[in-house]
């Protein structure tokens, strides 16, 4: 059975650092581009970022950029989402997502659907 696990979420004050982590069972992550995305209370589900499996290439929402990276280590089956200068609207559930493939979606990859398998989520909240 496939399941993703994302850890590391909470409180936390403007301005600092989280790091969330997506741990996959069931599948190997070497094969699929893996996707952050967060929901904020009362909107749509976004894209946040997204890595490649084939060579670790990334994208990154407008406003997250710059502040955000996203990583991976084949090795632990996980996928990292290194957030800093957290901003009061940064706050949101945040979901890891796997899509089988080798490269993310240059106009697709924060297309909620194109993504095979979604964790439960997470909570962040950043205080201001």
């Known amino acids: 059975q496939v399941q993703l696990a994302e850890s590391g979420g909470g409180l936390v004050q403007a301005g600092g650092s989280r790091r969330l982590s997506c741990a996959a069972f069931?599948?190997?992550?070497?094969?699929?581009?893996v996707g952050w995305f967060r929901q904020a209370p009362g909107k749509e589900r976004e894209g946040v970022s997204c890595?490649?499996?084939?060579?670790?290439?990334?994208y990154y929402a407008d406003s997250v950029k710059g502040r955000f990276t996203i990583s991976r280590d084949n090795g632990k089956n996980t996928v990292y989402l290194q957030m800093n200068s957290l901003k009061a609207e940064d706050t949101a559930d945040y979901f890891c997502?796997?899509?089988?493939?080798?490269?993310?979606?240059?106009?697709?990859?924060?297309?909620?659907?194109?993504?095979?398998?979604w964790g439960r989520g997470i909570q962040v909240t950043v205080s201001s």
């Open positions: 997502a796997a899509d089988i493939g080798a490269y993310c979606s240059e106009y697709g990859w924060g297309v909620v659907y194109e993504y095979d398998y």
């Open positions: 890595i490649s499996s084939a060579d670790g290439s990334t």
């Open positions: 069931g599948i190997n992550l070497d094969n699929y581009n």
